[in-house]
């Protein structure tokens, strides 16, 4: 007669504790990477709008592998990232006892959307943030331009302040996310200068991220609420007829400690956790809407196999989303939180080596079917070509001359 096994690994990682809500809804980057004085300056992160999924085809470039030159169909990530505008200035000095605020500068005018920021409440508000600070550049030049070379002398890290644009996106928020992103390469002067080459202008994702990086998505997951221990830990159900519940676990810990220890899987918050994931591949970065030669272009979803003229957006648009209009970012695999969620994109801490992350990504093809069923049709035009004239376009053709009549 066999014998229960009496040990078994612990459900569920300590790794992650506590497991409780976020305290902030934007990912925090916890550490930049280090930084090169041999490149020249740049940013080393960005922020984006988390769009939706959609699935590609590509070509594998591993020689030597029995998947090489082989199709194969991977799900990708759709970020949405409308330039961010970079508004002003932060230096630290170093201390014993780590980085230390030396000074701050922000640019000459910043945006509404910027100083929604700084109020709870907009509407009922005197709307004069940074009203005397503004005034300094054209009363007090001579001031700024001292901090400014105090900044240069004293100061060993340099970031920028930088704010996206919701006006830009289908969102309802009108209040714009602000962000500190250290500058890297170059010498002190250099990222000065480079930030304030770039005040209170707008810097697009290609500026940031190049196409086949791998980067790090920092962002918080999807809330679940109050979970029990059998969804929040993974524990196994008790038998059919146990007393007073089965999804429970039967002993939380012996008489003795006479408390429950902190590693006893327990219900509680599950979700809306602040996590970093790295080694992210950018399989695309994507121009949005724009006009070119008096036309507009917005075959961003076109491959050099598949040249169909279709915007990234599927049919009927991304579920609880919309449409992305903007500039788009393409990573493989999935990324943390709902829809419209705001994630930042950091630039990998590793020096990658390894053949996956040099691969050179070949898309094939983009599906861009309706996400809302089982899709077909990769257009709106693909689609009114099959199915023909349908009876709401036809009522809505007898309806427009009767508006157009109406109006005169």
């Given at each position: 007669m066999s014998h229960r096994k009496f040990r078994a690994p612990r459900h569920g990682s300590l790794g992650f504790l506590p497991r409780k809500r976020s305290r902030?809804?934007?990912?925090?980057?916890?550490?930049?990477?280090?930084?090169?004085?041999?490149?020249?300056?740049?940013?080393?992160?960005?922020?984006?709008?988390?769009?939706?999924?959609?699935?590609?085809?590509?070509?594998?470039?591993?020689?030597?592998?029995?998947?090489?030159?082989?199709?194969?169909?991977?799900?990708?990530?759709?970020?949405?990232?409308?330039?961010?505008?970079?508004?002003?200035?932060?230096?630290?000095?170093?201390?014993?006892?780590?980085l230390r605020t030396y000074k701050t500068l922000f640019a000459e005018h910043l945006s509404v959307e910027c100083r929604r920021r700084f109020y709870k409440n907009w509407c009922q508000s005197k709307k004069k943030a940074f009203a005397k600070a503004s005034m300094r550049w054209s009363q007090d030049k001579e001031g700024i331009e001292r901090d400014f070379e105090k900044m240069k002398k004293y100061c060993k890290v340099v970031r920028a302040i930088a704010h996206t644009q919701p006006k830009l996106v289908m969102l309802r928020q009108k209040k714009a996310n602000l962000m500190e992103?250290?500058?890297?390469?170059?010498?002190?002067?250099?990222?000065?200068?480079?930030?304030?080459?770039?005040?209170?202008?707008?810097?697009?994702?290609?500026?940031?991220?190049?196409?086949?990086?791998?980067?790090?998505?920092?962002?918080?997951?999807?809330?679940?609420?109050?979970?029990?221990?059998?969804?929040?830990?993974?524990?196994?159900?008790?038998?059919?007829?146990t007393h007073k519940g089965l999804r429970k676990v039967a002993c939380i810990g012996a008489w003795h400690p006479s408390r429950v220890g902190f590693s006893i899987a327990r219900a509680g918050q599950m979700g809306y956790h602040h996590r970093t994931e790295v080694n992210k591949k950018i399989y695309r970065i994507g121009k949005g809407i724009h006009k070119k030669d008096e036309k507009v272009v917005k075959n961003n979803a076109a491959t050099a196999y598949d040249d169909?003229?279709?915007?990234?957006?599927?049919?009927?648009?991304?579920?609880?989303?919309?449409?992305?209009?903007?500039?788009?970012?393409?990573?493989?695999?999935?990324?943390?939180?709902?829809?419209?969620?705001?994630?930042?994109?950091?630039?990998?801490?590793?020096?990658?080596?390894?053949?996956?992350?040099?691969?050179?990504?070949?898309?094939?093809?983009?599906?861009?079917?309706?996400?809302?069923?089982?899709?077909?049709?990769?257009?709106?035009?693909?689609?009114?070509n099959f199915m023909g004239v349908l009876k709401k376009d036809a009522i809505k053709e007898e309806e427009q001359p009767k508006i157009g009549r109406a109006v005169q």
């Open positions: 902030r809804h934007r990912g925090k980057v916890k550490s930049f990477p280090r930084d090169d004085p041999s490149k020249p300056p740049h940013l080393t992160a960005f922020l984006a709008f988390k769009a939706g999924m959609t699935h590609i085809v590509r070509e594998a470039e591993r020689p030597g592998s029995k998947m090489n030159k082989k199709e194969i169909v991977e799900a990708v990530t759709i970020l949405e990232t409308p330039p961010i505008v970079v508004v002003g200035i932060v230096g630290y000095t170093e201390t014993p006892r780590g992103i250290q500058v890297n390469g170059g010498n002190i002067s250099d990222k000065i200068d480079f930030i304030r080459k770039h005040m209170e202008q707008p810097v697009p994702v290609d500026k940031v991220f190049s196409p086949n990086e791998m980067i790090d998505v920092i962002g918080v997951t999807k809330g679940k609420g109050f979970k029990g221990v059998t969804c929040r830990w993974g524990t196994k159900k008790l038998p059919r007829k169909t003229d279709k915007s990234i957006t599927p049919v009927g648009g991304f579920p609880h989303y919309g449409e992305v209009n903007q500039d788009f970012l393409m990573l493989k695999g999935c990324v943390m939180g709902p829809k419209k969620r705001l994630i930042t994109l950091r630039k990998s801490l590793l020096v990658h080596t390894s053949r996956v992350a040099k691969e050179e990504i070949t898309l094939k093809w983009i599906d861009t079917s309706s996400k809302f069923g089982h899709g077909r049709f990769q257009t709106p035009q693909e689609k009114s």
